[in-house]
């Protein structure tokens, strides 16, 4: 058992009594897909206000806040798929619905994010495209894993997965928050920019030397 499925184990722990407490309730899991997004849209909200105000110490206060409000809404992205599961309430759109919210959800907020760093003094304006390069790896990781799924390849490999991205996200913002230092914010975007594009081509060379295999063993039959 890998780090990723025993952290996933313990947090089922936690919040399956919320889970069955939601499917009471008749709450469905498109509801906590839209509610995390919405908890990203908050957060990017605060980022927004941190970059109009980076001159100004409570600039700090509005990241570490719009961190705190990213790993809340992380678990949101947990709830619904577990809550899909345990109440029988599982959709092909509820799956597409989720991959979308997912994706809208970290491109605001890392969109949030570099405008932090385009509008600090010019020393950070290449953490601004840093930022963005770490948008692109995001997108890339998911849209390779998609592109491969499309072709019957199963397409989990990588380091800088999407519960990474967001911890890392999160943590570093936080952290940034409460000690007034954008270092901690720019090292967290370091790592995803060039973590994530490093997944991406990960997958790429994965699904290449799947889809070699296939064509070999096609090659075989004729």
């Known amino acids: 058992m890998n780090y990723r499925d025993y952290l996933q184990k313990v947090i089922y722990v936690i919040i399956n009594p919320v ?3 939601m499917i009471r309730l008749g709450i469905t899991p498109d509801i906590i897909t839209t509610g995390g997004f919405i908890g990203n849209l908050v957060a990017t909200w605060f980022f927004i206000e941190a970059a109009l105000h980076i001159s100004e110490p409570v600039a700090y206060r509005w990241i570490g806040w719009g961190g705190a409000i990213i790993l809340f809404a992380g678990l949101f992205d947990m709830m619904d798929g577990r809550l899909a599961r345990m109440g029988g309430m599982s959709s092909t759109f509820g799956a597409l619905w989720d991959s979308t919210l997912d994706r809208y959800s970290e491109l605001v907020t890392l969109f949030g994010i570099c405008l932090v760093f385009l509008k600090a003094p ?4 290449w953490m601004g ?3 963005f390069a770490a948008m692109v790896g995001s997108v890339m990781v998911s849209y390779v894993r998609a592109r491969a799924e499309g072709l019957d390849i199963e397409c989990k490999v990588g380091l800088m997965q999407r519960p990474e ?3 890392v996200t999160a943590i570093v913002a936080i952290i940034s928050g409460l000690t007034a230092n954008l270092w901690w914010l720019a090292g967290g975007m370091i790592l995803i920019a060039v973590l994530a ?4 081509f990960w997958r790429i060379m994965h699904c ?3 889809l070699s295999k296939r064509d070999a063993s096609k090659d075989k039959t004729l």
């Open 19 to 21: 889970i069955k407490l």
């Open 122 to 125: 010019d020393e950070w304006f």
């Open 129 to 131: 495209i840093m930022t």
């Open 165 to 167: 991205r967001v911890v």
């Open 197 to 200: 594009n490093v997944t991406a």
């Open 208 to 210: 290449y030397k799947e």
